[in-house]
């Protein structure tokens, strides 16, 4: 994985991101979130094979449930087995 390459597909998922910039590794957040929301399912395969069923659901398990669109929690948790996201941080207030 230390020599991961973003393929140009995901240049149209991360539109308000400079694309050369981003790192497979360092943005796997960003990456796997945008995927899940925007992509097709060549790019949710893309996402299995470079960072592994488990790396998902690591990465989710540290993204708040209202990033992930309840349409595409859904088919995460058929493909992926991603039950549940964590709950939104609530403010103080």
Do not use: C
């Not at 996402?47 to 595409?72: C, F, M, N």
């Amino acid at each position: 994985m230390e020599n991961l390459t973003l393929p140009e597909t995901f240049r149209p998922l991360l539109w308000s991101y400079d694309f050369s910039r981003i790192d497979p590794l360092r943005h796997k957040k960003t990456i796997v979130v945008q995927a899940l929301n925007y992509g097709t399912l060549a790019h949710w395969r893309w996402l299995v094979e470079s960072y592994g069923r488990d790396g998902i659901r690591d990465t989710l398990a540290h993204v708040p449930a209202s990033e992930i669109k309840p349409r595409s929690l859904r088919l995460a948790s058929l493909l992926l087995s991603v039950d549940r996201l964590n709950d939104a941080p609530r403010g103080t207030h």
